[in-house]
C-alpha cells in the first residue's frame, strides 16, 4: 500500500514536470502557482524580511528561480523541493550582492548631484505621505473599535476559523449596514445589537454571538472610508464567488 | 500563499488583516511597519498558545486522530506524511569535534537533532529539522572550518551511521545511506579533510545512547578498546576525535613495531589511510561481534591524498608504507595552511563554475549538481564572511551575468 501511494504521488510529480518542460504553460502556471509558497519560504529564510507586495522584485526573481528550477530540474538532482530552493537561494543572493552595490553607487552620486538628490527627496516625500495617510486610517478604525470595547488582539482571537463562517459573517454585516434601525442601535449602544439582529434578519443567535466582534469589526470597516480594508473584504468577496 | 495588511506592529509580533478576511497575530521581521502590504506563508503565524483545548471532546478527537495516525504510519508506512511529522530510520552522527547526531527519513531528512557536547551547542544555534542530511553535515563541516575546530592539523571527522527500525532491508539501506553521504561530501575534500565513515548499528546504537556517547565514538571506542581493555568510555567522551583517531594510529604503530606479521586489517582507520577503497580486498576483520558490520574496505575514506595512494598501492611491506604516507601527509599539512588563508579567494572560484553552467546548460548533470552545492557553501559564507570576500563576489558575478 506504501509503495503504491508513494509510486503514485512521485510520479505525479515527475509526470508533471515532464508535461511543462514539453511546453504545456497551462500546467507550468498551475505548478507555480502552488508552490508560490516554497518561494516565499525560501525568500523569507534569507533575507528575514517580508515580501513586500507593493515592492516584489525578490518576489519575481524567486518565481524566476522556481521557472529555471523547472527547466533545469532532471531526476539525478535528488529532491525537487531541495533543489528548487536551492536554486531561489543562489538567484536571490546574487540579487542582493547586486542591489547592495548598486544602492552603494546612487548613494554617492546623491552627494555629488544636488539636483538629484531633491528629486530623491520628493519621492521620499510622496511615500510618507501616503503611509501617513494610511496610518491615520488605521488609528481611526482602531479608534472606532475600542468604542465599540474591541481591540485588534481581540479581532485575532475572534476569528471565525473556517471560510463558510467568515463569509457567512461578512453577509451578516452587510445586511446589518442596510438596515437603517439597526444600525442606529448598533452606533447608539456601541454594540451589536443581538436578539434585534437575529429578529430582524433571522439569523441565529448563535452564530451572532459565536462571531460577535468578527461581524462588528466588519461593520465598522465597511462603513469607514478605510478603503483598504474594504477592498480587502471586496476582493475576499469576489474571489470565494467566482471560485464557485 | 496569503497577502495580509499590517494594522499593527507590536514588540514581538505584527496585526494583520489578510486577503481572506482574517485578524492574524504574524511573526514580527526586520523593517516591517504599519500600513504596508506583505506575502506571509503559515511559518510566518505567530503561535502562543499552540493547542487552546476548549473541551474535552475536542481532546479525545485529536487522541484518536494521534492514534490512527501512528497506527497508519507503523502498519502501513504511509510516508508521504512526513511533511508534517517524518518518522527516523536512520541515525548518523557527526563528530569533528562538535558531536551531533540526527535521526533522519525516508528521504535523508533530519527529524531530530542531538547537539551531545559544549562545542555542538555553540557550533549551530540552527534547527535543522527538515533539512537534507547532507546539506546540514555540510553546513556544521563549513562552520565547523570557520570556527577553527577544523584545521589542517585537525582534520578528521567522522561520520557514523545506523539503520534503526525493524525493518527487512537493512543492508541495502545502509549502504545507500553511505553512498549518499560520500557522494554529498565529495566536494570538500579541496580542504583536506579526513573523512572517517563507520558503519554502525542499532544495538550499537543503543549502547551508546546508554553512555551518552556520539554514535561515532562509540564506534572509535570499540575499536580503541579492543587494543587496550583498559580505556573506559568516559575518557573517550571527554577527548576530542583527533585525540582518538591518533591514537588508533599510534596503537597500530606499536603493534605493527612489536610484532611486524601482525596483518593491518586489525586497524580499519590505518587501514584506510594506507590503501584507497579499491586497493584493499573486502575482508570483515574479526572485531566488532555479530552487531558489527564492519567492511574494511569502507571504513576511512582518505580524500587527502589519492595520487599517493596509487603509488603505494601495490603491496609492499605495511611499515614502509605508514612511514612514506605519513611524510606525505607532512607535507601538505604545510601547503594546507597557506590554502586555510586563501580560502575566500578560493570560495570565489567555486562559483564561477556556476555561471559557466549557466551559459552552457549542455554540461554534465553531476557537475551542476555540485555546483548548485557549492553554491549553497557560498551563500552560507557570505552571511559570516567579511565584507572583502562579499564585495569580491559580487564583482565576479556581475561581471559574469553582463
Same mark, same amino acid.
Given at each position: 500500500?506504501?509503495?503504491?501511494?508513494?509510486?503514485?504521488?512521485?510520479?505525479?510529480?515527475?509526470?508533471?514536470?515532464?508535461?511543462?518542460?514539453?511546453?504545456?504553460?497551462?500546467?507550468?502556471?498551475?505548478?507555480?502557482?502552488?508552490?508560490?509558497?516554497?518561494?516565499?519560504?525560501?525568500?523569507?529564510?534569507?533575507?528575514?524580511?517580508?515580501?513586500?507586495?507593493?515592492?516584489?522584485?525578490?518576489?519575481?526573481?524567486?518565481?524566476?528561480?522556481?521557472?529555471?528550477?523547472?527547466?533545469?530540474?532532471?531526476?539525478?538532482?535528488?529532491?525537487?523541493?531541495?533543489?528548487?530552493?536551492?536554486?531561489?537561494?543562489?538567484?536571490?543572493?546574487?540579487?542582493?550582492?547586486?542591489?547592495?552595490?548598486?544602492?552603494?553607487?546612487?548613494?554617492?552620486?546623491?552627494?555629488?548631484?544636488?539636483?538629484?538628490?531633491?528629486?530623491?527627496?520628493?519621492?521620499?516625500?510622496?511615500?510618507?505621505?501616503?503611509?501617513?495617510?494610511?496610518?491615520?486610517?488605521?488609528?481611526?478604525?482602531?479608534?472606532?473599535?475600542?468604542?465599540?470595547?474591541?481591540?485588534?488582539?481581540?479581532?485575532?482571537?475572534?476569528?471565525?476559523?473556517?471560510?463558510?463562517?467568515?463569509?457567512?459573517?461578512?453577509?451578516?454585516?452587510?445586511?446589518?449596514?442596510?438596515?437603517?434601525?439597526?444600525?442606529?442601535?448598533?452606533?447608539?449602544?456601541?454594540?451589536?445589537?443581538?436578539?434585534?439582529?437575529?429578529?430582524?434578519?433571522?439569523?441565529?443567535?448563535?452564530?451572532?454571538?459565536?462571531?460577535?466582534?468578527?461581524?462588528?469589526?466588519?461593520?465598522?470597516?465597511?462603513?469607514?472610508?478605510?478603503?483598504?480594508?474594504?477592498?480587502?473584504?471586496?476582493?475576499?468577496?469576489?474571489?470565494?464567488?467566482?471560485?464557485? | 500563499?496569503?497577502?495580509?495588511?499590517?494594522?499593527?506592529?507590536?514588540?514581538?509580533?505584527?496585526?494583520?488583516?489578510?486577503?481572506?478576511?482574517?485578524?492574524?497575530?504574524?511573526?514580527?521581521?526586520?523593517?516591517?511597519?504599519?500600513?504596508?502590504?506583505?506575502?506571509?506563508?503559515?511559518?510566518?503565524?505567530?503561535?502562543?498558545?499552540?493547542?487552546?483545548?476548549?473541551?474535552?471532546?475536542?481532546?479525545?478527537?485529536?487522541?484518536?486522530?494521534?492514534?490512527?495516525?501512528?497506527?497508519?504510519?507503523?502498519?502501513?508506512?504511509?510516508?508521504?506524511?512526513?511533511?508534517?511529522?517524518?518518522?527516523?530510520?536512520?541515525?548518523?552522527?557527526?563528530?569533528?569535534?562538535?558531536?551531533?547526531?540526527?535521526?533522519?527519513?525516508?528521504?535523508?531528512?533530519?527529524?531530530?537533532?542531538?547537539?551531545?557536547?559544549?562545542?555542538?551547542?555553540?557550533?549551530?544555534?540552527?534547527?535543522?529539522?527538515?533539512?537534507?542530511?547532507?546539506?546540514?553535515?555540510?553546513?556544521?563541516?563549513?562552520?565547523?572550518?570557520?570556527?577553527?575546530?577544523?584545521?589542517?592539523?585537525?582534520?578528521?571527522?567522522?561520520?557514523?551511521?545506523?539503520?534503526?527500525?525493524?525493518?527487512?532491508?537493512?543492508?541495502?539501506?545502509?549502504?545507500?545511506?553511505?553512498?549518499?553521504?560520500?557522494?554529498?561530501?565529495?566536494?570538500?575534500?579541496?580542504?583536506?579533510?579526513?573523512?572517517?565513515?563507520?558503519?554502525?548499528?542499532?544495538?550499537?546504537?543503543?549502547?551508546?545512547?546508554?553512555?551518552?556517547?556520539?554514535?561515532?565514538?562509540?564506534?572509535?571506542?570499540?575499536?580503541?578498546?579492543?587494543?587496550?581493555?583498559?580505556?573506559?568510555?568516559?575518557?573517550?567522551?571527554?577527548?576530542?576525535?583527533?585525540?582518538?583517531?591518533?591514537?588508533?594510529?599510534?596503537?597500530?604503530?606499536?603493534?605493527?613495531?612489536?610484532?611486524?606479521?601482525?596483518?593491518?586489517?586489525?586497524?580499519?582507520?590505518?587501514?584506510?589511510?594506507?590503501?584507497?577503497?579499491?586497493?584493499?580486498?573486502?575482508?570483515?576483520?574479526?572485531?566488532?561481534?555479530?552487531?558489527?558490520?564492519?567492511?574494511?574496505?569502507?571504513? *576511512? /575514506?582518505?580524500? @587527502?591524498?589519492? #595520487?599517493?595512494? &596509487?603509488? +603505494?598501492?601495490?603491496?609492499?611491506?605495511? %611499515?614502509?608504507?605508514? !612511514?612514506?604516507?605519513?611524510?606525505?601527509?607532512?607535507?601538505?599539512?604545510?601547503?594546507?595552511?597557506?590554502?586555510?588563508?586563501?580560502? *575566500? /579567494?578560493?570560495? @570565489?572560484?567555486? #562559483?564561477?563554475? &556556476?555561471? +559557466?553552467?549557466?551559459?552552457?546548460?549542455? %554540461?554534465?548533470?553531476? !557537475?551542476?549538481?555540485?555546483?548548485?552545492?557549492?553554491?549553497?557553501?557560498?551563500?552560507?559564507?557570505?552571511?559570516?564572511?567579511?565584507?572583502?570576500?562579499?564585495?569580491?563576489?559580487? #564583482?565576479?558575478?556581475?561581471?559574469?551575468?553582463?
Amino acid at each position: 500500500m506504501r509503495g503504491f501511494l508513494n509510486l503514485g504521488k512521485h510520479d505525479s510529480l515527475e509526470a508533471r514536470l515532464e508535461k511543462i518542460k514539453a511546453g504545456d504553460e497551462e500546467e507550468r502556471e498551475k505548478f507555480i502557482k502552488e508552490y508560490v509558497p516554497l518561494v516565499i519560504k525560501t525568500i523569507v529564510k534569507i533575507t528575514n524580511r517580508y515580501i513586500e507586495v507593493e515592492n516584489d522584485d525578490e518576489f519575481s526573481i524567486g518565481i524566476g528561480a522556481l521557472n529555471e528550477a523547472i527547466d533545469r530540474y532532471s531526476g539525478d538532482k535528488g529532491n525537487f523541493i531541495n533543489y528548487a530552493a536551492l536554486v531561489i537561494r543562489s538567484r536571490i543572493i546574487d540579487y542582493e550582492r547586486k542591489i547592495k552595490k548598486h544602492s552603494n553607487v546612487i548613494s554617492i552620486n546623491q552627494m555629488e548631484d544636488e539636483d538629484g538628490s531633491k528629486l530623491q527627496l520628493k519621492t521620499d516625500g510622496d511615500d510618507i505621505a501616503y503611509s501617513l495617510e494610511i496610518r491615520e486610517q488605521i488609528q481611526k478604525f482602531k479608534n472606532r473599535l475600542s468604542e465599540f470595547n474591541i481591540s485588534l488582539e481581540d479581532l485575532t482571537r475572534g476569528n471565525p476559523k473556517h471560510k463558510d463562517t467568515r463569509l457567512n459573517a461578512i453577509n451578516i454585516a452587510r445586511d446589518v449596514l442596510k438596515h437603517r434601525r439597526i444600525m442606529e442601535a448598533f452606533y447608539q449602544k456601541k454594540t451589536l445589537p443581538v436578539s434585534f439582529v437575529s429578529r430582524e434578519l433571522c439569523v441565529s443567535t448563535k452564530v451572532l454571538k459565536r462571531s460577535k466582534k468578527y461581524i462588528t469589526a466588519t461593520i465598522l470597516a465597511l462603513d469607514s472610508e478605510f478603503e483598504l480594508i474594504k477592498d480587502y473584504i471586496k476582493g475576499w468577496e469576489r474571489e470565494v464567488k467566482s471560485n464557485e | 500563499m496569503n497577502k495580509g495588511f499590517v494594522l499593527e506592529v507590536k514588540d514581538t509580533y505584527i496585526l494583520v488583516v489578510t486577503d481572506d478576511c482574517q485578524y492574524l497575530k504574524l511573526k514580527k521581521r526586520k523593517g516591517i511597519k504599519q500600513g504596508r502590504q506583505i506575502y506571509f506563508t503559515k511559518e510566518d503565524l505567530y503561535e502562543q498558545q499552540r493547542f487552546p483545548v476548549k473541551n474535552i471532546g475536542l481532546a479525545a478527537a485529536i487522541g484518536v486522530l494521534c492514534m490512527i495516525s501512528i497506527t497508519l504510519i507503523y502498519n502501513f508506512q504511509i510516508f508521504n506524511m512526513k511533511e508534517a511529522f517524518g518518522t527516523a530510520v536512520a541515525v548518523v552522527s557527526l563528530d569533528i569535534n562538535p558531536s551531533f547526531e540526527f535521526e533522519i527519513d525516508d528521504e535523508n531528512r533530519v527529524v531530530e537533532v542531538y547537539r551531545l557536547n559544549e562545542d555542538a551547542k555553540k557550533l549551530a544555534g540552527k534547527n535543522f529539522i527538515g533539512d537534507d542530511i547532507i546539506n546540514v553535515v555540510s553546513s556544521i563541516i563549513d562552520s565547523a572550518w570557520r570556527m577553527k575546530y577544523l584545521t589542517a592539523e585537525s582534520n578528521s571527522v567522522v561520520v557514523s551511521f545506523a539503520v534503526i527500525g525493524d525493518r527487512d532491508n537493512h543492508e541495502q539501506r545502509i549502504q545507500e545511506l553511505e553512498k549518499s553521504i560520500e557522494n554529498g561530501l565529495q566536494f570538500h575534500k579541496d580542504r583536506n579533510i579526513n573523512f572517517i565513515y563507520l558503519r554502525s548499528d542499532a544495538g550499537a546504537l543503543e549502547e551508546a545512547r546508554r553512555n551518552e556517547v556520539s554514535l561515532g565514538k562509540y564506534e572509535l571506542f570499540k575499536i580503541i578498546s579492543q587494543k587496550d581493555s583498559s580505556v573506559n568510555i568516559d575518557e573517550i567522551k571527554s577527548s576530542g576525535v583527533q585525540n582518538l583517531i591518533d591514537k588508533i594510529n599510534e596503537q597500530d604503530e606499536g603493534k605493527a613495531n612489536g610484532n611486524s606479521s601482525s596483518s593491518d586489517g586489525d586497524n580499519p582507520l590505518n587501514d584506510s589511510s594506507i590503501y584507497r577503497n579499491d586497493d584493499i580486498p573486502k575482508n570483515n576483520p574479526d572485531q566488532g561481534g555479530k552487531n558489527e558490520k564492519f567492511d574494511s574496505s569502507k571504513h *576511512g /575514506e582518505s580524500t @587527502v591524498k589519492p #595520487e599517493n595512494d &596509487e603509488k +603505494d598501492g601495490d603491496a609492499k611491506e605495511d %611499515e614502509k608504507e605508514v !612511514e612514506e604516507v605519513e611524510e606525505v601527509e607532512e607535507v601538505e599539512e604545510v601547503d594546507d595552511k597557506g590554502l586555510g588563508e586563501e580560502k *575566500g /579567494e578560493k570560495d @570565489v572560484e567555486a #562559483e564561477i563554475p &556556476e555561471y +559557466d553552467e549557466e551559459d552552457n546548460k549542455s %554540461e554534465d548533470n553531476d !557537475e551542476s549538481d555540485e555546483d548548485a552545492i557549492d553554491e549553497k557553501d557560498d551563500m552560507e559564507d557570505v552571511n559570516y564572511e567579511d565584507g572583502d570576500y562579499k564585495y569580491n563576489s559580487g #564583482e565576479e558575478s556581475s561581471e559574469e551575468s553582463k
